[in-house]
């Protein structure tokens, strides 16, 4: 997962705060913290995502105080307008590819349930396993995408007035957020794909309690379906317990499918209020 402290928040505006962009930025500081010491499990892609949403939420809010309104109309170069366009229109790109793997991934996950439940598996794990490879591979497609949004140069902004400089600097971090937040997303997604040869090697994460909280809950379950397969298909505890971890990941997979829902309408509205507040002008 890259980090927070991208390369395109080295831009050349003032970095003096302003009374109306407190609230979001301390948003940002709060994630960049909780960011630290995330790892990519479920509950961390979750609380992620409604950390996006939530900072999309403050930043429609600042472009449509008056201030920012009257302060734009002021603004020359709005150069910077389209480079934060383009990076939401692309975003959306990514969020609607995601939000579609995120689903097809839940539909094999509840075809491996229904086919445990009345004992049948084994065509099953091999669709299991094929669309995880896919998954993974497109969600690397996807993290290159992010890493080279992440290292393009943004549009010089030559703006004495600080307010107008605040708000376009909250506007690139929002960008930059969301590349580490999706970024998270695909990490997630890609986990390694689990196989049968070890059947202690998760073992011993799984029944750590500590290592417990910081496992992939895709891994988790994929170990669990190789453990049934391999090593006992007709045995009821290890039917029981893969149940269990498709369950509990099916459960995840709809919260974070939900996370990316509501992202996909954030970016909507946010490019749609930028529109507006420029066009006005």
């Given at each position: 997962?890259?980090?927070?402290?991208?390369?395109?928040?080295?831009?050349?505006?003032?970095?003096?705060?302003?009374?109306?962009?407190?609230?979001?930025?301390?948003e940002?500081?709060?994630?960049?913290?909780?960011?630290?010491?995330?790892?990519?499990?479920a509950?961390?892609?979750?609380?992620?995502l409604?950390?996006?949403?939530?900072?999309?939420?403050?930043?429609?809010?600042?472009?449509?105080?008056?201030?920012?309104?009257?302060?734009?109309?002021?603004?020359?170069?709005?150069?910077?307008?389209?480079?934060?366009?383009?990076?939401?229109?692309?975003?959306?790109?990514?969020?609607?590819?995601?939000?579609?793997?995120?689903?097809?991934?839940?539909?094999?996950?509840?075809?491996?349930?229904?086919?445990?439940?009345?004992r049948k598996?084994d065509?099953?794990?091999?669709?299991?396993?094929?669309?995880?490879?896919?998954?993974?591979?497109d969600?690397?497609?996807?993290?290159?995408?992010?890493?080279?949004?992440?290292?393009?140069?943004?549009?010089?902004v030559?703006?004495a007035?600080?307010f107008?400089?605040?708000?376009?600097?909250?506007?690139?971090?929002?960008?930059?957020?969301?590349?580490?937040?999706?970024?998270?997303?695909?990490?997630?997604?890609?986990?390694?794909?689990?196989?049968?040869?070890?059947?202690?090697?998760l073992?011993?994460?799984?029944?750590n309690?500590?290592?417990q909280?910081?496992?992939?809950e895709?891994?988790?379950?994929?170990?669990?379906?190789?453990?049934?397969?391999?090593?006992?298909?007709?045995?009821?505890?290890?039917?029981?317990?893969?149940?269990?971890?498709?369950?509990?990941?099916?459960?995840?997979?709809?919260?974070?499918?939900?996370?990316?829902?509501?992202?996909?309408?954030?970016?909507?509205?946010?490019?749609?209020?930028?529109?507006?507040?420029?066009?006005?002008?």
């Open positions: 997962m890259a980090s927070y402290s991208a390369n395109n928040r080295s831009i050349s505006l003032p970095s003096r705060s302003h009374p109306a962009t407190e609230k979001i930025e301390e940002f500081s709060k994630y960049k913290t909780w960011e630290n010491s995330a790892s990519p499990i509950e961390a892609v979750y609380n992620g409604l950390s996006l949403g939530e900072v999309h939420k403050r930043m429609s809010d600042l472009l449509n105080l008056p201030l920012t309104l009257q302060a734009l109309s002021k603004c020359q170069d709005k150069k910077w307008v389209d480079e934060i366009l383009d990076k939401f229109m692309r975003f959306l790109d990514i969020c609607e590819t995601t939000r579609e793997l995120v689903s097809q991934f839940k539909e094999n996950v509840k075809d491996v349930l229904s086919l445990l439940r009345r598996g065509l099953s794990i091999t669709n299991y396993t094929s669309f995880r490879k896919k998954m993974k591979k969600a690397k497609n996807l993290v290159t995408i992010l890493k080279k949004m992440d290292h393009e140069v943004v549009v010089a030559m703006e007035d600080q107008i400089s605040a708000v376009i600097r909250v506007l690139r971090e929002v960008s930059t957020m969301g590349i580490s937040v999706f970024q998270m997303v695909l990490v997630f997604l890609s986990a390694p794909i689990s196989k049968p040869i070890n059947k202690w090697s073992v011993s994460r799984l029944v309690k500590g290592d909280d910081n496992v992939n895709i891994e988790s379950a994929d170990f669990a379906l190789n453990n049934l397969f391999k090593y006992g298909c007709n045995e009821v505890e290890k039917i029981q317990f893969a149940q269990n971890r498709l369950e509990n990941l099916e459960g995840h997979f709809e919260c974070i499918e939900d996370g990316l829902d509501n992202i996909f309408r954030c970016l909507i509205r946010s490019r749609s209020t930028l529109l507006n507040v420029v066009s006005c002008q």
